[in-house]
């Protein structure tokens, strides 16, 4: 079968939508650090459209942080590969082509801030999730302990991190007298821009205060909220797509047909016309990255932990389980009080449209997927809505079982006694607890809440909360999810 790329692409099925621009007169002028499925299902995507409606220099390098895997699989492509939307009504094919080249910083760390560093680069993106920020998720501080921080400040020009990337760059673009690029998070973290500029800032003034302050003055770091579920592709997936294009592809990406994307228009030396593809361009983004946050992700992490216990493979078989949706609607009773509506929302219309989503058959998006890096996920997704409804007095039950839950998936083993494979920086610690604590939910709860970096050092002070997070642990161990779901009030 014919692989896919630029020669090939005329001869696919005239029902699979492809770029509607030259490609071969496309310049790079983002860079996007961490170009994993989710920033080729929506960055991407956006900056696609936006190509197509007025057209410029804003083709992007992708830039791999640790394997060589995604450069391997795209370049025989020339950089192309196909989305594949599933919706209830069918698959819907699209070739996108704004992805130019990938770069593998661990081959040529090099080359990577090189391409940085240049002048045509204007925007730098990033998609390296919680953990890659290098940060204590529970103040949004630089780690400067961390393995990698350490690291980079030892080997200034061969950073491994996201963060030790962008100042070495920052710090050439400063000695040549170019202008600072616009460094644009793209990840799941409250305030992310306010974040990333914070991290930024404190590891150049470890090198050097004048790029600290030089990078204050004139950088932007805008905040961004994006949505969409994209989940892992699978072997199935790459020969569905194979059989459908008439082509060979190795690094096709699956999402729902849903996108948003709200951004802080902040930039330094332009941006695409992005708003023409849907993007929401408005001056304060805080609003809609709270609302997704607690009740999209919130509900997502509460819904792959209970759903995996339950036997649930996927987020629309553990949502369609009348059970756990109604698990997820007294979730979002606990959680709508706390989040200031963003302008023209209905909150409880929201709510309404994520079950939806969530049950879209055609998503195959894995419990086990979303029950990743929880240490780095929970302090953002629950913890923070929790600290609210005490400090209000208000009921957090629901909230608390999602803790449990995930308490009770770190430990390692399902319901049946088989292993779970726990993906998370923790992980050791975590294994290290659950040994010592057996299935005594109660030492099992005070040792996994005794992880400031997770919980702070106010929340295992609060007895109502360690004393409902451990009751709901002891019902999971004895009862299990469902029952213990199925037991929780309407």
């Given at each position: 079968m014919t692989r896919l790329s630029s020669t090939s692409l005329a001869g696919l099925p005239a029902?699979?939508?492809?770029?509607?621009?030259?490609?071969?007169?496309?310049?790079?002028?983002?860079?996007?650090?961490?170009?994993?499925?989710?920033?080729?299902?929506h960055l991407a995507e956006y900056t696609d459209d936006a190509l197509e409606h007025a057209f410029g220099a804003w083709g992007i390098v992708g830039a791999s942080l640790q394997r060589p895997d995604q450069r391997d699989r795209l370049k025989p492509q020339d950089g192309l590969y196909t989305f594949l939307k599933r919706a209830p009504e069918g698959p819907q094919l699209r070739v996108i082509g704004s992805v130019l080249d990938v770069?593998?910083?661990?081959?040529?760390?090099?080359?990577?801030?090189?391409?940085?560093?240049?002048?045509?680069?204007?925007?730098?993106?990033?998609t390296v999730t919680e953990k890659g920020y290098c940060h204590d998720p529970a103040t949004g501080k630089l780690k400067d302990s961390h393995p990698d921080i350490i690291h980079d400040l030892e080997h200034p020009t061969a950073p491994r991190s996201a963060v030790g990337l962008l100042v070495a760059a920052l710090r050439l673009r400063m000695a040549e007298g170019l202008g600072p690029f616009t460094a644009l998070s793209c990840d799941n973290l409250p305030h992310n821009g306010k974040v990333l500029a914070g991290l930024v800032r404190d590891f150049a003034a470890l090198?050097?205060?004048?790029?600290?302050?030089?990078?204050?003055?004139?950088?932007a770091f805008p905040a961004t909220m994006v949505d969409?579920?994209?989940?892992?592709?699978?072997?199935?997936?790459?020969?569905?797509?194979?059989?459908?294009?008439?082509?060979?592809?190795?690094?096709?990406?699956?999402?729902e047909p849903f996108r948003q994307w709200a951004i802080q228009d902040t930039f330094v030396s332009g941006r695409p016309d992005w708003q023409v593809a849907g993007a929401q361009m408005v001056s304060e983004v805080a609003p809609f990255?709270?609302?997704?946050?607690?009740?999209?992700?919130?509900?997502?992490?509460?819904?792959?932990?209970?759903?995996?216990?339950?036997?649930?493979?996927?987020?629309?078989?553990?949502?369609?389980?009348?059970?756990?949706?109604?698990m997820l609607e007294g979730l979002w009773s606990e959680v709508i009080p706390t989040v200031p509506a963003p302008e023209g929302v209905d909150l409880a219309e929201y709510a309404r449209a994520l079950l939806v989503r969530f049950r879209n058959p055609a998503i195959r998006h894995r419990t086990w997927q979303i029950a990743m890096d929880g240490s780095q996920k929970l302090p953002q997704r629950l913890l923070g809505t929790i600290r609210d409804r005490l400090k209000a007095g208000a009921s957090f039950e629901h909230l608390a079982l999602g803790v449990a839950a995930w308490m009770r998936y770190a430990t390692?083993?399902?319901?049946?006694?088989?292993a779970i494979d726990v993906r998370d920086p923790l992980a050791a610690e975590f294994a290290r607890i659950a040994a010592s604590a057996g299935r005594n939910a109660q030492a099992l709860s005070q040792g996994l809440i005794g992880i400031e970096?997770?919980?702070?050092?106010?929340?295992?002070?609060?007895?109502?909360?360690t004393s409902a997070v451990a009751c709901h642990l002891e019902s999971l161990f004895a009862k299990g999810a469902?029952?213990?779901?199925?037991?929780?009030?309407a």
């Open positions: 029902s699979v939508r492809r770029p509607a621009y030259d490609r071969a007169a496309l310049k790079p002028g983002i860079v996007h650090l961490g170009l994993g499925a989710f920033a080729r299902a770069l593998v910083a661990p081959e040529n760390p090099s080359a990577l801030i090189a391409r940085l560093a240049a002048a045509e680069t204007r925007i730098v993106s990033l090198r050097d205060d004048r790029l600290a302050a030089w990078i204050e003055a004139n950088g969409r579920i994209v989940p892992a592709t699978t072997d199935a997936d790459i020969a569905e797509v194979a059989s459908l294009l008439g082509a060979e592809d190795a690094a096709p990406v699956i999402g990255e709270f609302m997704k946050l607690r009740m999209l992700n919130g509900a997502h992490s509460c819904l792959a932990y209970l759903g995996y216990l339950s036997g649930h493979e996927t987020v629309a078989e553990a949502s369609a389980d009348p059970v756990l949706s109604r390692g083993t399902d319901e049946k006694g088989a970096a997770i919980f702070g050092s106010d929340l295992p002070r609060e007895a109502a909360f469902r029952a213990t779901a199925e037991a929780m009030p």
